[in-house]
């Protein structure tokens, strides 16, 4: 059973970087898509970035599209989301998520996934 793990959120400055890990065990990542989202206290989950299985096509939300970035590590079986120049609107949990049957084009629609982390939490506040 393919299990996800989140790590690396925090408290960041306005402008600052952080860099999320999603950890994976009991399979390989490779075998499935990923995602990113997030969501805040009273606000529907978002989807933020996305790659294939493959890793040779990925995808971005307008709203984080040149800040973050979706990296996978195949050897280390962990995909990243690196971001940067984070704003307070990007507080919220972020979750990584895997599905080894979504169609191409719909990675950024949270329903199509079935396997979920627990989220990690972000705060970008001064």
């Known amino acids: 059973q393919l299990q996800l793990v989140e790590s690396g959120g925090g408290l960041v400055q306005p402008g600052g970087s952080l860099r999320l890990s999603c950890a994976a065990s009991?399979?390989?990542?490779?075998?499935?898509?990923i995602g990113w989202f997030r969501q805040a206290p009273g606000k529907e989950r978002e989807g933020l970035s996305c790659?294939?299985?493959?890793?040779?096509?990925?995808m971005y939300a307008d709203s984080v599209k040149g800040r973050f970035t979706i990296s996978r590590d195949s050897a280390k079986n962990t995909v990243y989301l690196i971001m940067n120049s984070l704003k307070p609107e990007d507080t919220a949990v972020y979750y990584c998520?895997?599905?080894?049957?979504?169609?191409?084009?719909?990675?950024?629609?949270?329903?199509?996934?079935?396997?979920w982390g627990q989220g990690t939490s972000v705060t970008v506040s001064s």
């Open positions: 998520g895997a599905d080894p049957f979504i169609f191409r084009g719909r990675c950024l629609y949270d329903y199509e996934y079935t396997y």
């Open positions: 009991g399979s390989t990542l490779d075998s499935y898509a």
């Open positions: 790659m294939n299985r493959s890793g040779g096509s990925t």
